[in-house]
């Protein structure tokens, strides 16, 4: 009787010389479906992934790593909250004057739509309830995008 372990050692190496490429984490011998079509064109074998989707995952993680230490995204993100919370705090802005609610967020004015002069722009700033800004954004295609046909603000 051969123990799984044992079989895996039988199998490994046979794997491993049948395809560098291919092997990956899922054992090949798990699988009985037939071979794939892959949108690449390329037979993929069941169990395995391709390897333009290896390559793609690379590419992906290199990606993620390259904007990972200084990622813009972060730093907006974190540059964004102290300049909000700043300016909430400052004298009259605690509330949205539309609605006299206390003001949670802060809003552009004008949408700034990637401008990032425009979207830093204190003087385009305000500050704006939750649920009034909910409800002005969802009169815009996203918080970037256009204004809807009459939604004005
Ligand atoms: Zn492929
Ligand atoms: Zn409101």
Not at 9 to 30: G, K, N, Y
Not at 53 to 81: F, L, V
Not at 86 to 101: I, K
Not at 137 to 150: E, K, L, Q, Y
Request: glycine letters at 10%; a positive charge; proline letters at 7%.
């Amino acid at each position: 009787m051969t123990t799984r372990a044992e079989m895996i050692e039988i199998l490994m190496p046979r794997v491993r010389v049948a395809s560098q490429a291919i092997f990956t984490d899922v054992p090949t011998w798990r699988c009985d479906q037939p071979p794939r079509i892959c949108g690449c064109g390329g037979k993929v074998p069941c169990g395995v992934r391709c390897e333009c989707q290896i390559k793609h995952k690379q590419e992906y993680d290199r990606y993620q790593d390259a904007r990972r230490p200084s990622s813009s995204q972060g730093g907006y993100n974190s540059r964004w909250r102290a300049s909000s919370k700043a300016f909430l705090s400052g004298s009259g802005h605690e509330r949205y004057v539309s609605c006299g609610m206390p003001a949670t967020m802060v809003d552009n004015r004008i949408p700034a739509k990637g401008d990032m002069a425009l979207f830093w722009d204190r003087s385009n700033w305000q500050p704006m309830c939750r649920r009034c800004n909910l409800s002005k954004n969802a009169r815009h295609d996203g918080g970037f995008g256009r204004p809807v046909a009459g939604g004005r603000v």
